[in-house]
T-cell receptor, first 115, second 114 residues
Framework: GAGVSQSPSNKVTEKGKDVELRCDPI?????LYWYRQSLGQGLEFLIY????????KSGLPSDRFSAERTGGSVSTLTIQRTQQEDSAVYLC?????????????FGEGSRLTVL | AQSVTQLGSHVSVSEGALVLLRCNYS??????LFWYVQYPNQGLQLLLK??????LVKGINGFEAEFKKSETSFHLTKPSAHMSDAAEYFC????????????FGDGTTLTVKP
């Protein structure tokens, strides 16, 4: 498809388990962002990737969170030893390039529920 | 540091009435400002953006917003609400070095009554 694709759309897991969330950005978009949207709150920046540069991890809430982007395209957000407070919608967005005032294109998100 | 405050987590208007969603920002550097809309079960999409050109910005679906530096505001308006405008609206601010690393407000849910 032409848009940002995220999977799974819904994930229910037990506390303590690891989860992986996938993002496939729009082809040709060099910048990729992960945000977290908790119930009733705005979006919280987590991490972004720009080309082959080192990612900006300044928004990751703890060392249980990590992300990688392979080949400058698909990205995976991993949450280890999940906690109930990790329950949220995880949104991925891509844009043509960092530093532009270009539009962010968002996926539909991955809803994570930690029991 | 940057921040955004959206006044009113819920706004309800009648169909055909004026829509006004308020956003105030704080930024130590010249900002970029954005409004995004999120329809139920969909991702966010850009409504409009301010990037230091014209202070009155027009977006999709008849929405517009005015950047007022003296008031640090970027309120979103639409002259006449339509039922299809019911959605959640987010205001966001970023600095000019990375528009994607934005700080978002908590969102305003717009309800349109027939």
């Amino acid at each position: 498809g032409a848009g940002v694709s995220q999977s799974p759309s819904n994930k229910v897991t037990e506390k303590g388990k690891d989860v992986e969330l996938r993002c496939d950005p729009i082809s040709g978009h060099t910048a990729l962002y992960w945000y977290r949207q908790s119930l009733g709150q705005g979006l919280e920046f987590l991490i972004y990737f720009q080309g082959n540069s080192a990612p900006d991890k300044s928004g990751l809430p703890s060392d249980r969170f990590s992300a990688e982007r392979t080949g400058g395209s698909v990205s995976t957000l991993t949450i280890q030893r999940t906690q109930q407070e990790d329950s949220a919608v995880y949104l991925c967005a891509s844009s043509i390039r960092q530093g532009s005032a270009g539009e962010l294109f968002f996926g539909e998100g991955s809803r994570l529920t930690v029991l | 540091a940057q921040s955004v405050t959206q006044l009113g987590s819920h706004v309800s208007v009648s169909e055909g009435a004026l829509v006004l969603l308020r956003c105030n920002y704080s930024s130590s550097v010249p900002p970029y400002l954005f409004w995004y809309v999120q329809y139920p079960n969909q991702g966010l999409q850009l409504l409009l953006k301010y990037t230091s050109a014209a202070t009155l910005v027009k977006g999709i679906n008849g929405f517009e917003a005015e950047f007022k530096k003296s008031e640090t505001s970027f309120h979103l308006t639409k002259p006449s609400a339509h039922m299809s405008d019911a959605a959640e609206y987010f205001c966001a601010v970023s600095d000019q070095t990375n528009a994607g690393k934005s700080t978002f407000g908590d969102g305003t849910t717009l309800t349109v009554k027939p």
